[in-house]
């Protein structure tokens, strides 16, 4: 048996979590959404063993499978293979970038370094000049200064300084041969250069510059390392070395003091731990049983897992390696669920699906009411309502709301809430126990599509074949014949008080109160500042005034008063489409 496969069975003898423990997650401060690649976008393997970024902007995912380099959108597959040695790899274990943009390659038989200029391969085979020693075993680990020294960790022989071109060092490190138990586990060069390295069971060694050889760190302050199985290191912002055993204990070495002292934590000792990193005060720590985030300046905790109902969750609880890229952002490779990135800046969505109590994932519509909470209309499962302050969310009962008609239109007119059921016609929702009803059609077809209530205080309602008005201080709506049977679909009013008729069809109505004149504008290939849709998605009055209308096809279109035209946006003027859904 090698070493590899008794690395893996002392994994597995370890590796225990108690279900009822984690039965109670960690409630986080915070959501945390991951965007996920597999694949479906020509992932090579669902197991990503190492992530890297390089000079150009591409991000490498070595897999166990392939190797694949990823620009964001689109996924090339490379076959790590030495054309002239006849020799190739692709179970990709480690990456790193060096000074030159060489991208070096570390698979399980030896290294490879990748040319992106002339696209090939080839296999590093230079020998310790003492021993005659060559890396041509599983690699776990390469890291360099950015100055030309590489160094790679190779678990079953030790660890290979490469430098000066074509010269390489060969350190035999635990020195006792009995790789089996006591191995050399992740190498790591500080923000000060020090090149250190973990161990299982033999604690920490450290480069010493005057000799060129390791010394061996069997104690700190007191503290024996001898009998701990570490398995990562990563140095947090003030500079200490974060320890982490694959039993679940995590410590902080204070290099400068020369202490130790272990992290407390929620689930120390219970946890299979595989990896960590750090982001500023945080310590991201990847088990097989999720993801935990350690947070040492509010000390607080998050944990995370895989969420069917929650597609922005992880895509997997198996945590196999954590990276983090120039501009700080996350990159978690999974066992079975290949990457899932979320980037580390201060503009981040809180999402809100099944899983946080929404009834529905089908959202129609949003309003924020005078108390400040969100009205959440849903197509089949009637509304919701969000609390920003704490994130929670209750529903509208069934009785008197209805709870699972279809809704149409929620929109907020002056902090009150009005929606659009397609059975029960136009509502103001006083509360979640209560509704006054606004608008209700004799011949039974009740679907508004929109609702206005101008600064005169008229009331105007759009159907899917009128338009109704009641103005201020009367009690019946009126049918408007002027719009004939078309779709009104939007309805906004400008600053000078007109009031505009967005149609599915035909084109956009303009009301003028002092004259009491409808006056329509259509599509019409023979003028040239027209509009180029008859179908408006939405209306939107901008700051200065200015009119814009959103349509299917034609681009975004703004009224231009003075000469009573249009002037449009579209593929032409470069947008990237000519469908614009609503407005801002």
């Not at 776990?140 to 100055?147: A, E, L, R």
């Not at 599509?523 to 040239?528: A, Q, T």
Request: charged share 20%.
């Amino acid at each position: 048996m090698n070493q590899r496969r008794g690395m893996e069975q002392l994994f597995a003898a370890v590796a225990f979590v108690a279900a009822l423990a984690f039965a109670q997650p960690i409630e986080a401060l915070e959501h945390y959404s991951f965007k996920h690649i597999d694949s479906s976008m020509g992932l090579s393997s669902s197991n990503v063993k190492c992530i890297a970024e390089d000079s150009y902007g591409f991000m490498w995912l070595g897999t166990k499978n392939g190797l694949n380099r990823y620009d964001g959108v689109n996924m090339r597959l490379l076959d790590c293979y030495d054309e002239e040695l006849n020799q190739g790899n692709n179970n990709i274990g480690a990456l790193y970038e060096d000074e030159n943009k060489m991208l070096w390659v570390g698979t399980d038989r030896g290294i490879y370094i990748y040319n992106p200029h002339t696209d090939r391969f080839r296999k590093a085979v230079q020998k310790d000049a003492k021993t005659g020693t060559v890396a041509d075993n599983w690699v776990q680990s390469i890291v360099g200064d950015g100055k030309g020294n590489v160094w790679a960790l190779v678990p079953d022989q030790g660890v290979f300084h490469y430098h000066d071109g074509d010269k390489v060092d060969y350190y035999n490190i635990t020195k006792d041969g009995n790789f089996k138990k006591i191995f050399p586990s992740n190498i790591f060069i500080s923000s000060k250069k020090n090149v250190w390295i973990c161990t299982t069971g033999s604690g920490l060694y450290r480069l010493n510059a005057e000799t060129k050889d390791f010394d061996q760190i069997t104690q700190v302050d007191g503290t024996s390392l001898l009998g701990i199985n570490f398995i990562s290191i990563a140095e947090d912002i003030t500079g200490s070395l974060i320890l982490a055993s694959n039993e679940g204990q995590i410590f902080r070495f204070n290099t400068r003091t020369n202490e130790i002292s272990e992290i407390p934590f929620t689930y120390a000792g219970k946890v299979y731990l595989r990896c960590l990193e750090c982001f500023d005060g945080e310590i991201w720590v990847g088990t097989q049983h999720g993801l935990y985030i350690i947070d040492t300046i509010r000390h607080t905790e998050r944990y995370m897992t895989n969420d069917p109902l929650n597609e922005f969750s992880l895509s997997d609880d198996i945590i196999y390696y954590i990276y983090k890229s120039k501009q700080g952002d996350a990159w978690l490779g999974t066992m079975f669920g290949g990457v899932d990135y979320m980037p580390r800046n201060k503009f981040t969505f809180e999402y809100f699906g099944l899983g946080a109590g929404l009834s529905s994932r089908r959202v129609r519509g949003l309003a924020q009411a005078a108390d400040g909470r969100i009205w959440i209309g849903t197509e089949e499962k009637g509304l919701n309502v969000l609390n920003p302050s704490t994130g929670a969310i209750t529903h509208a009962e069934k009785r008197p709301i209805p709870n699972n008609n279809t809704i149409l239109m929620l929109t907020s007119t002056g902090g009150e809430i009005v929606v659009s059921f397609s059975h029960l016609g136009l509502v103001r929702v006083e509360s979640a126990k209560s509704y006054t009803k606004l608008f209700d059609n004799d011949n039974g077809s009740n679907g508004v599509y929109s609702y206005l209530k101008d600064s005169s205080g008229t009331e105007w309602v759009g159907l899917g074949y009128a338009l109704y008005r009641r103005k201020a201080g009367t009690q019946e709506f009126e049918h408007i014949s002027a719009t004939g049977y078309d779709w009104i679909f939007t309805i906004a009013e400008t600053t000078d008080g007109e009031v505009w008729f967005g149609t599915m069809g035909n084109g956009v109505w303009r009301y003028t109160p002092h004259n009491r004149l409808f006056k329509q504008y259509t599509c019409d290939g023979e003028k040239p500042n027209g509009l180029r849709s008859n179908s408006i998605s939405a209306l939107y009055t901008d700051s200065k005034g200015r009119l814009w209308l959103s349509t299917d096809r034609g681009g975004i279109s703004r009224y231009n008063r003075d000469t009573d035209d249009f002037t449009t946006f579209g593929q032409e003027e470069g947008l990237p489409d000519d469908v614009a859904y609503s407005k801002i």
